[in-house]
């Protein structure tokens, strides 16, 4: 069987990692909310989208408008920008989480080569000028990866999709006698399905997972069985994902490793960034209890290699917390700041302090792109404090809350 997912390798993101852009057209909502749906892409996945370096990033997507409406090119193009396209009425969850499963390299599930399968196609009841859009793939265009078709799937077109009345299917569900035909269409969120064939497609190692907390416990698979009944290698991945302005803090506990040469073989690796080629902290195998790690950025990747699983080396079980606010040289022409937990609704009790410096010569600029912190007359509960300088008693530049930006500042 097969799954609307791109046949063609050079379609795939290197890594796993998906460079972004956001024009500036756009409002603080709705940057807000692609963040929000590419937060839920990596929740379930080892994607991860990265806002765009210059430097080292020369295939990106750009978040834009086109006459389009809502559309995006199937996976990575690879000359450089590529739109997806939201446009009115595409800025809404579900439909950004669906434009970014093309980003990722899915096809419209319906698409798929053995479609007659599954579902019949009401060519009559199609708007003029959509018949295109329903359009069948060949296998050259589409792989298997031996997942079923998935009615439940975000990239699921909705029954009367492109339809000239409400009323007139354009796609029904194939019947089954004394079933019910299945619902189509929905724009929730990721289905089961959409997550496994990600992971395949990318993939992504089988234990691990992706950490968006504040804080959190876990273990490599081993910790807390008596021993393994096969020596198959594990590989686990862990990605703990903060936000701007955040730190990750690492503590590693009752860790027992095989110890080979430079921990060439079984291993516990954390890197400061997000990917294979971010700064290596440090590599662990052997015995280690207590150690603390610490990015200087917002995420962190753990990686495990255990070969060893039947000699009874039970691996690691690990600690970490996100911290916020501390000191930020900003070298560049600028830097970013986020509220914890954003684009979410941020934590209660939370206090955060940055401390931010240039170069001598050089002046801070202020200005915000989303604004949304509990209204009071006063801002005696939950505000945002400005002071030039570094220290708490710096002359004060405003004390803000509510729901409007706050003006741009020096």
């Known amino acids: 069987m097969v799954r609307a997912v791109t046949a063609k390798k050079e379609r795939i993101w290197d890594y796993g990692v998906i460079p972004y852009e956001i024009d500036g057209n756009f409002s603080g909502l709705h940057k807000a909310l692609f963040k929000q749906a590419m937060r839920h892409w ?89 018949d295109y859009n329903f359009n069948k793939l060949t296998p050259e265009e589409v792989d298997s990866l031996g997942l079923p078709y998935d009615y439940d799937s975000i990239m699921h077109y909705a029954r009367n999709t492109f339809s000239k009345g409400t009323y007139l299917d354009t796609i029904l569900p194939i019947e089954v006698k004394g079933k019910k035909r299945p619902e189509i269409g929905q724009r929730l969120r990721l289905s089961t399905g959409d997550i496994a064939q990600a992971n395949l497609l990318y993939k992504c190692p089988k234990c691990g997972r992706t950490f968006q907390e504040n804080t959190g416990i876990f273990a490599s698979p081993s910790y807390y069985t008596a021993g393994a009944l096969t020596n198959e290698t594990e590989l686990c991945e862990w990605r703990i994902t903060a936000t701007h302005g955040e730190r990750v803090i690492l503590k590693l506990e009752n860790m027992n490793i095989f110890k080979s040469n430079n921990c060439q073989t079984d ?109 009071h007359d006063s801002c005696v509960y939950d505000y945002v404090e400005v002071r030039d300088g570094a220290t708490e008693n710096a002359q004060l530049i405003g004390v803000f809350c509510g729901y409007k930006p706050p003006p741009n500042m020096k």
């Open 42 to 130: 990596e929740n379930s996945t080892c994607i991860k989208f990265i806002e765009r370096d210059p430097e080292i990033h020369p295939n990106y997507i750009v978040f834009t408008v086109r006459s389009c409406g809502c559309c995006s090119f199937v996976g990575k193009r690879g000359n450089g920008a590529q739109a997806i396209s939201i446009g009115r009425n595409c800025d809404k969850f579900g439909i950004v989480v669906h434009e970014l499963g093309h980003v990722v390299g899915f096809w419209h599930e319906h698409t798929r080569p053995d479609r007659e399968k599954h579902v019949v196609i009401e060519h009559n009841n199609i708007m003029k000028g959509q």
């Open 267 to 375: 291993y516990l690796e954390v890197r400061d960034g997000y990917y294979i080629k971010s700064p290596l902290i440090k590599r662990f195998c052997g015995k280690v209890n207590g150690e603390i790690l610490k990015t200087e950025s917002s995420r962190m990747l753990l990686t495990y290699v255990n070969t060893h699983r039947m000699e009874g080396y039970r691996g690691f079980k690990a600690e970490f917390d996100v911290i916020c606010g501390g000191e930020m040289s900003v070298d560049d022409s600028e830097g970013r700041l986020e509220s914890p937990n954003y684009p979410l609704d941020y934590l209660p009790s939370k206090e955060c302090v940055w401390k931010i410096t240039v170069p001598r010569g050089y002046q801070v600029a202020l200005k915000f792109q989303s604004f949304e912190v509990e209204n």
